[in-house]
Antibody, heavy 124, light 114 residues
Framework: QLQLQESGPGLVKPSETLSLTCNVSGGSISSNSYYWGWIRQPPGKGLEWIGSIYYSGSTYHNPSLKSRVTTSVDTSKNQFSLKLTSVTAADTAVYYC????????????????WGQGTLVTVSS | DIVMTQSPDSLAVSLGERATINCKSSQSVLYNSNNKNYLAWYQQKPGQPPKLLIYWASTRESGVPDRFSGSGSGTDFTLTISSLQAEDVAVYYCQQYYSTPPITFGQGTRLEIK
């Protein structure tokens, strides 16, 4: 059974960088059938897609986050990571990592396996 | 980006009754070359990540009860729960994957028991 688990600091100071890692178990991240991505959800609000990465290293990001997002993959560790720079209180959210079905869509199509999510609070 | 708009924002339905949630996209998500609608539905229960219910607008994910069904084409879609069960209380989201990146979600519809 595929499992994804987010890890990283739960508290980040304003203007600093949010860093999260998603460990994948029960399946290989080196599959051409999937993308691996990040989605966030501010408390009490809806879902926002952040970005995704292919095992080859190709990355796709939400233009709304401009150049603040970096994603990377480590196939040897079967994990992928997210960095979000210059955070503000508006970046406070539950961050989910998720496997995305491919369906020929750049960046992935449907997130079908999700981690449980990790709450990241931006506060001094 | 394609904007997804759901209606209503919240809905209360009696147990055993039908629940209907609507989703409208700002442009068509129907890909003419394969006649597929690039539209999915998710269910999110409190404290849990979203769960994929339906993709290609009407294909149920494995293990999803058949009381859940999706319909529609182009810009207008519907998620129907034919006979509401207590465990169906959740927030439901539609999502398009026609124009990516980014994938985009509707704002969510909260479903409660009347």
């Amino acid at each position: 059974q595929l499992q994804l688990q987010e890890s990283g600091p739960g508290l980040v100071k304003p203007s600093e960088t949010l860093s999260l890692t998603c460990n994948v178990s029960g399946g290989s991240i080196s599959s051409n059938s999937y993308y691996w991505g990040w989605i966030r959800q501010p408390p009490g609000k809806g879902l926002e897609w952040i970005g995704s990465i292919y095992y080859s290293g190709s990355t796709y990001h939400n233009p709304s986050l401009k150049s603040r997002v970096t994603t990377s993959v480590d196939t040897s560790k079967n994990q992928f990571s997210l960095k979000l720079t210059s955070v503000t209180a508006a970046d406070t959210a539950v961050y989910y990592c998720a496997r995305h079905s491919n369906y020929g869509r750049p960046g992935g199509a449907t997130p079908d396996y999700w981690g449980q999510g990790t709450l990241v609070t931006v506060s001094s | 980006d394609i904007v997804m708009t759901q209606s209503p924002d919240s809905l209360a339905v009696s147990l055993g009754e039908r629940a209907t949630i609507n989703c409208k996209s700002s442009q068509s998500v129907l890909y003419n070359s394969n006649n597929k609608n690039y539209l999915a539905w998710y269910q999110q229960k409190p404290g849990q990540p979203p769960k994929l219910l339906i993709y290609w607008a009407s294909t149920r994910e494995s293990g999803v009860p058949d009381r859940f069904s999706g319909s529609g084409s182009g810009t207008d879609f519907t998620l129907t729960i034919s006979s509401l069960q207590a465990e169906d209380v959740a927030v439901y989201y539609c999502q398009q994957y026609y124009s990516t990146p980014p994938i985009t979600f509707g704002q969510g519809t909260r479903l409660e028991i009347k």
